[in-house]
């Protein structure tokens, strides 16, 4: 008799595994963000944009894995690709803690074009066009958690005979489209925030997960009266 182990349990019930791992990511950073959990040490300014720049390495290690990860399967490698995907999530996860504590620990940077920045006479499109890109990389970084830890789940509990008969392919080139598209625009919009323009301390925490509504409805009222 076979027992319940959690690979076990993991590999029985893939869906309810990652229900609850998602419901367990999700509070445990909504509740770091809105004071309930306590986790982050202050950093100093030098220390959040160090960090701003250890995270865009990691993002773009992160996107190369994923990327890398395709490209094997396709052909054929199974073993490669399971070893450059679980690199891409560890890359991952090592991205999300690095955030939570600058943000948690730090502050947030809101986007500035200054006159004679590149293109700042049509700031009017590029700013726009750059919290566009960042809308959608939170967007899909957001919808994307479940998608990516359900092909996850099945990969680290199936052998590649057994993932045949599963959904992981489906839901990894979903997870794999979703996290490479939410990746390269976090890259693209740290280049244009650090390197291209210019940024200011923002006074309400943007989050990579969850936005509280006081912030949106906050923000809302400061754009209505501004």
């Known amino acids: 008799m076979a027992t319940a182990s959690p690979e076990n349990v993991a590999k029985a019930h893939p869906k309810a595994v990652t229900a609850a791992l998602s419901v367990v990511g999700y509070a445990l950073v909504i509740g770091a963000f809105e004071g309930l959990i306590p986790l982050f040490p202050p950093l100093s300014e030098a220390t959040v944009l160090l960090f701003s720049d250890l995270i865009a390495v990691v993002n773009t290690l992160a996107l190369t894995s994923l990327l890398l990860g395709w490209y094997l399967i396709r052909r054929g490698e199974v073993r490669k690709h399971r070893a450059a995907m679980l690199t891409a999530f560890g890359l991952i996860c090592v991205f999300l803690v690095l955030y939570l504590w600058k943000v948690g620990g730090g502050f947030e940077k809101s986007f500035v074009i200054e006159d004679g ?24 970084s957001v919808v994307a958690v479940p998608v990516v830890l359900y092909a996850v789940v099945l990969g680290l509990t199936h052998t590649p005979a057994e993932l045949a008969e599963t959904a992981h392919a489906r839901v990894g080139r979903v997870a794999v489209a979703a996290w490479s598209l939410s990746l390269f625009l976090g890259v693209v919009t740290y280049v244009m925030l650090n390197h291209v323009y210019s940024w200011e301390v923002r006074g309400e925490v943007l989050l990579l997960f969850a936005v509280p509504a006081r912030s949106w409805l906050a923000s809302l009222r400061h754009s209505t009266h501004a």
């Open 117 to 140: 920045q590149f293109l700042s006479a049509y700031a009017g499109i590029v700013e726009p066009a750059y919290l566009a890109m960042l809308a959608i990389h939170i967007l899909l």
